[in-house]
């Protein structure tokens, strides 16, 4: 258990829908990082948050967004779903600094109907 | 522009023998190097880190190797077991930024 929670496991939805991904970091953890990971490719890097503010950004659609709140959980919004959007979204928390290694949670996978 | 790359998508090595998983990195300015393993349906899990003024790192049946001059690293697995049946990524990083991941190798260890 790497001390990452991500809700829900699965969701499943309609092309045009919009949902909302959650993470709660690993205690202590201050940075969030969300990747995607499409039909066994890579992990493609979306955004990283640290301490509620946006510290980094990879290739996130206009149609994502994402926020990191006060108590350091963070949502990812994905809105106008399209069929290409089916994935695993991975959530990753670190704690900002020294070595910083991120620890996964299990994932959410997306499956746009 | 690809800086860390795995050019291996897959391999197949018989239990009990050694696997070897590489990785390329482009950037001479890459500090540390993390390998993860990842199950079907799981999240990445952290195995085996190196710091670049090392050349090697041990933990139990996984080593890691860094030639910086070739700019390259390898896992080594021994003895490779069924339950090492996964994909690695290697993760590198510029200090004082996040790591890049690998596209992913995946391990099938036969019995």
């Known amino acids: 258990d790497s001390g990452v929670t991500q809700t829900p496991k699965h969701l499943i939805t309609a092309t045009g829908q919009r949902v909302t991904l959650r993470c709660s970091p690993r205690?202590?953890?201050?940075?969030v990082y969300w990747y995607q990971q499409s039909l066994d490719q890579g992990l493609q890097f979306l955004i990283q948050?640290?301490?509620?503010?946006?510290?980094a950004k990879g290739n996130i659609l206009e149609r994502f967004s994402a926020q990191q709140f006060p108590d350091l959980h963070s949502e990812l919004n994905l809105s106008s779903l399209e069929l290409g959007d089916s994935a695993l979204y991975f959530c990753?928390?670190?704690?900002?600094?020294?070595?910083?290694?991120?620890?996964f949670g299990a994932g959410t996978r997306l499956s746009v109907l | 522009d690809q800086q860390v790359k795995q050019n291996s998508p897959s391999l197949s090595v018989q239990e009990g023998r050694i696997s070897i998983l590489n990785c390329d990195y482009t950037?001479?300015?890459?500090?540390?190097f993390l390998w993860y393993k990842k199950y079907p349906a799981e999240g990445p899990t952290f195995l085996i880190s190196?710091?670049?003024?090392?050349d090697k790192n041990e933990d139990g049946r996984f080593t890691v190797f860094l030639n910086k001059s070739a700019k390259h690293l390898s896992l080594h697995i021994v003895p490779s077991q069924p339950g090492d049946s996964a994909v690695y990524f290697c993760?590198?990083?510029?200090?004082?930024?996040?790591?890049?991941f690998g596209p992913g190798t995946r391990l099938s260890v036969l019995p």
């Open positions: 993760a590198a990083r510029n200090y004082g930024q996040n790591f890049v």
């Open positions: 190196i710091s670049s003024i090392k």
């Open positions: 950037n001479s300015m890459f500090d540390y």
């Open positions: 948050y640290y301490n509620g503010e946006e510290r």
């Open positions: 205690s202590g953890d201050l940075s």
């Open positions: 990753a928390s670190s704690s900002g600094q020294g070595i910083n290694i991120q620890y």
